[in-house]
């Protein structure tokens, strides 16, 4: 059974950086479409970061300037470079995608990461 495992995590400090990884546990699938979401308390998810059909990501306004979502084809992993972060950006933050058969290129399914929890504070 494929998952898509994410990881990095934590307590940063106002003003810090952290990087998010969500990797496809499988090599035999091959990463499409994605997107990073986060969740605040009491809040409902919102959508952060995700790609485009040209290759390109699209960012939310609040976001912008500050954090970077990139795929990596060679390590199967999609990664949320965070920057200047802020104590609204405090979320569980949870990575979605599309999953395709390498060899095919067929539709695999669409996939949640666990969800990792990052916590701005000082």
């Known amino acids: 059974q494929v998952q898509l495992v994410e990881s990095g995590g934590g307590l940063v400090q106002p003003g810090g950086s952290l990087r998010l990884s969500c990797a496809a546990s499988?090599?035999?699938?091959?990463?499409?479409?994605w997107g990073w979401y986060r969740q605040a308390p009491g809040k409902q998810r919102e959508l952060v970061a995700r790609?485009?059909?040209?290759?390109?990501?699209d960012y939310i306004d609040s976001v912008k300037g500050r954090f970077t979502a990139s795929r990596d084809n060679t390590r199967n992993t999609v990664y949320l470079e965070m920057h200047r972060v802020k104590p609204e950006d405090t979320a569980v933050y949870s990575c979605?995608?599309?999953?395709?058969?390498?060899?095919?290129?067929?539709?695999?399914?669409?996939?949640w990461g666990q969800g990792t929890q990052v916590t701005v504070s000082s």
């Open positions: 790609s485009t059909p040209s290759g390109e990501v």
């Open positions: 499988l090599s035999v699938f091959s990463i499409n479409t």
């Open positions: 979605n995608a599309e999953l395709r058969i390498r060899v095919t290129d067929a539709y695999a399914g669409e996939y």
